[in-house]
Nanobody, 123 residues
Framework: QVQLVESGGGLVPAGSSLTLACKAS????????LGWFRHGPGEGQEFLAA????????LYADSVKERFTISRDYTKNSFYLHMNSLKPEDTAVYSC????????????????WGEGTQVTISS
């Protein structure tokens, strides 16, 4: 099993930047793909970004690729979502996830999930 814990959420004004972190523990040697998703109020789950554990490849949702960047630090068993120019519509619960297969936008391809961290953007 892999355990994930997110951190870095909070309340910030529109236009701000915020970095979310996800720390993995357990059987981390089985991880291949790291991803970030969000679930906004009244919205379904939305894929944001993914990166391979090696860092060799990334995948982004078109809606955020100009403002969000995913990165990882395997020495810390952690990965990050750097978010810039935040908007009120970015308000959501952000969750990290890891999978054992190739990069994917499909949440079903991720086997382990964190509990989520709330990000609220004030206008």
């Amino acid at each position: 099993q892999v355990q994930l814990v997110e951190s870095g959420g909070g309340l910030v004004p529109a236009g701000s930047s915020l970095t979310l972190a996800c720390k993995a523990s357990g059987r981390t040697f089985t991880i291949y793909t790291l991803g970030w998703f969000r679930h906004g109020p009244g919205e379904g789950q939305e894929f944001l970004a993914a990166i391979t554990w090696s860092g060799a490849a990334t995948l982004y949702a078109d809606s955020v690729k100009e403002r969000f960047t995913i990165s990882r630090d395997y020495t810390k068993n952690s990965f990050y979502l750097h978010m810039n120019s935040l908007k009120p519509e970015d308000t959501a619960v952000y969750s990290c996830a890891v999978g054992h297969r190739e990069l994917s936008r499909n949440a079903a391809q991720y086997q382990h999930w964190g509990e989520g961290t709330q990000v609220t953007i004030s206008s």
